[in-house]
């Protein structure tokens, strides 16, 4: 067992299975350096129960007390003394010090007062003394250990100035401060010893000495105290709570009996006495103060109450540092993941070479030696990894065994003996899911750091059932562990399912750019069948003009009819001019979707008048009623869209050419987000049906001998509107005009 107190009288053989089930809450018996009471918790002060050893202790029998008044054990006058200060005291669990009395024997005795399993339960301990406890004396020593102990950050400095001082005021001839790990087995990190005491610095003790009932009562009753490990129980009588019927739980008496297997224990250790002191950090039992002696020692209260207060700071110490340097860990960590995460949003990037970028920032994330991408068949690695095979397999493992999300281990030769194979470059396992569809993992690698564990004497089964005997022999074991790794910390797991959230996002977010993408290529892909079709046809009829024109003009190249060659010489001419601003759309259209936009404020009623005076040439003696009203100012790129207004009111003027008087109206709405403009004509008009087709690149819904034109400039009109973030569309009947429309958001992003 544990070098420390834990308890109940027990069989000197018990299977460790059964271990965590010993009654060591209800031993049925206290230590003889005092007697117990037990009395109603509430009503006429009438003794329910009394220790066997009261006779030894005041000369009053046992037996005959039950069902008296306190006078018949302590006298009239100590009776009303402590019956003023039960008045008065507010009792709880944690037992109360009521003052010293002196019974009827002469002896004096400190009274200990709590309330628990439906019973006021009074404890008597044998002083010395006939006053108080005084801890002027003691108070001193706490506030010098509070000023050494806030210059020290060092958590084992701070242990063995806790140690020495316990020593001090408690004169226990040995004081360790250990720590439990994740496995509950305790390691002493500090210790203060007088000459001829065994040292145990450095060693461990297995957690199969302090079983798990016992751990919990150190969260319960923070100080245990044995006077003498070879003390014979007093018991109770009458053996049953007389409230519940059933065995007295006796978690919070200080005076409680412990395991005979314990005193075994403490003998062959070389210790009579012992006192453990619970050091509670975040609520868990961190570790323990352990106090021993050679000889008997009694310890009074005012000592071990100093002793508990000094338990206390420590663990209050330990906690601040450990807080200190969590808070620092986890902002070196959180930097290292900010930076990764501002390196894995760039676009345009695939998404595993973004994460390969970054592999020297992921393993310092997780201070890791090793990492690797599996995303389906693809594997990328980085450092000291386990082959591809071999990290395939694992993926497959990890999705089977449900081990999504985060799972860590530092022992991955435990849980999947495969990994026993490479346990040198990867006992310790951290691995991400980054899809919540397909076995795409991110995964660290910790290799494996060889461990030598120097045991206080060989246990006998520090992990799995044997029998529950004491050990006979506390001589240093050393015992050399392979296959793990250094473990995780608490930050780095949390902090990785936070990474895996924002990943998650990012993957999220490229999924929905791919979708816009493929969006857009697939209306890209649309204009470009009506591209080809579009330049194989409409270039093509050019292109054939001046061929066969050309073949005209050689046929009658030796004929003096200047007439005949001076058509065919202008239909060449004509041809070629189509053919070139055919093409001239095309660059313009094809720059329309590069070009950078530079946004400034933009009077669109100046800009609607300009673009009239550039149509002059194209109107020439047409008749043509324009009608420009004030429009609101837009921000947008200037250049682009007063060419998107020419191309529309271009469009005007030509479909209105077979009109006496054209009719020609720009005007302009807007709302909080946005201005939409309309250009409206009494033109040709066209067919609902088919206006799905009006802005695609090479489209026409007339003949080209009716209205001559290359289909291009609404599909730039669209591109323009639309890489200004607003929106074209148009509406119409046939033989009555039509209106074209666009809007452009007042808060604009570009």
Known sequence: MMPAATDTPAPPQLNLTSCDQEPIRIPGSIQPHGFLLTLPHEGERRILQASANLAQLTGAAAEQVVGQDLSCVLGEQAAAQLEAELASAELGTQPTHLGTVRAGNARYFDVLAHVFDQLLLLEFEVVTRATPPDFRHLYPKVGSFLLKINDI??????????????????????????????????????????????????????????????????????????????????????????VTGVPNDLSYAALRSVSPIHLQYMRNMGTLASMSVSLIVKGQLWGLISCHHATSLPVAFEQR???????????????????????????????????????LTQ????????????????????????????????????????????????????????????????????????????????????????????????LWFRPEVVQTVDWAGQPQNKTGPGQLTPRSSFDSWRETIHGISAPWHDGEIELAVEFRGALLGIVLERAEQMAELAEELGRINKEL?????????????????????????????????????????????????????????????????????????????????????????????????????????VRADPTFIQLALYNLLSNAVKFTSNKEVAHIAVTATEDADEVVFHVADNGAGFNMDYVHKLFGVFQRLHRMEDFPGTGIGLANVRRIIERHGGRVWAESRPGLGATFSFSIPKDIDM
């Open 153 to 242: 950050q060092d958590i084992v400095e701070m242990s063995t100035l806790a140690a020495r001082q316990i020593r001090e005021v408690s004169g226990f001839g040995r004081v360790m401060v250990y720590q439990f790990d994740r496995d509950g087995h305790g390691q002493v990190l500090a210790e203060s010893r007088e000459e001829g005491y065994d040292s145990y610095l450095g060693l461990r003790f297995p957690a199969t000495d302090i079983p798990r009932q016992a751990r919990e009562l150190y969260m319960l009753n923070r100080i245990r105290l044995i006077q003498d490990a070879d003390y014979t129980p007093a018991r109770l009588l009458p053996a049953m709570n007389p």
């Open 529 to 633: 069948e009506a591209f080809s079709y579009s330049v194989s046809h409409d270039l093509r009829a050019p292109l054939r003009h001046i061929a066969g024109f050309a073949d005209l003009l050689m046929e009658t190249a030796g004929a003096e009819d200047p007439d005949k060659r001076r058509r065919f010489l202008k239909n060449i001419k004509d041809s070629a001019r189509l053919a070139g601003k055919l093409v001239d759309d095309l660059l313009s259209f094809s720059q329309m979707g590069r070009a950078a936009l530079h946004p400034s404020p933009v009077n669109m009623t100046e800009l609607a008048r300009s673009c009239i005076q550039k149509l002059a040439l194209d109107i020439r003696e047409r008749q043509v009623e324009w009608q420009i009203d004030a429009m609101p100012s």
């Open 347 to 442: 676009q345009n990037v695939d998404f595993v070479d973004s994460l390969g970028s970054v592999f020297p920032e992921l393993l310092s994330f997780a201070r890791a030696s090793g990492a690797a991408i599996v995303v389906g068949d693809r594997i990328t690695t980085y450092g000291n990894t386990p082959n591809e095979q071999e990290l395939g397999e694992l993926v497959q493992w990890l999705e089977a065994n449900g081990h999504g999300e985060v799972f860590h281990t530092d022992h991955l030769g435990s849980v999947y003996p495969p990994a026993q194979a490479y346990a040198r470059n990867a006992s310790g396992l951290l691995s991400m899911s980054i899809s919540r569809i397909h076995p795409h993992y991110l």
């Open 305 to 343: 109450t100093v002793c508990e207060q000094l338990g206390q700071i420590l663990a209050l110490c330990i906690e601040s540092r450990g807080d200190a340097g969590e808070l620092q860990f986890r902002l070196e960590v959180r930097r290292t993941m900010v930076s990764m995460l501002a390196g």
